[in-house]
């Protein structure tokens, strides 16, 4: 599965985009400096969420929205169109 494909997933799941969870983490004190582990205990507490979707918000929040290029380009389940993800929602992604 895709980064972005995970993330897409998880609003599916949630009915929330990425940049509400990132929202959200802010107001629970997370951030930058933030280890995974309490990011996952959250996410898996309030919103069931299993480990894999988990770290992809847990990148989300801590890191941003880039990602790296390893699987840019790539065809295949893992590949990933850009190197920046689409945190606003699947139905707005200009580039689906």
């Known amino acids: 599965m895709s980064f972005q494909a995970y993330l897409d997933n998880i ?3 949630t009915g929330l985009t990425p940049r509400q969870f990132i929202e959200l983490a802010t107001e629970k004190g997370f951030d930058a ?6 990011i996952i205990a959250w996410l898996k507490e309030e919103y069931a969420l299993g480990q894999g979707h988990a770290m992809a918000l ?3 929040i801590t890191k941003g929205p880039h ?3 390893k699987h840019v380009g790539r065809s295949g389940p893992h590949g990933d169109k850009s190197d920046t993800l689409w945190l606003d929602g699947k139905d707005s992604n200009p580039n689906p």
């Open 58 to 60: 847990v990148h989300v």
């Open 67 to 69: 990602i790296g290029d």
């Open 11 to 13: 609003e599916t799941k």
């Open 33 to 38: 400096s933030t280890k995974a582990t309490p």
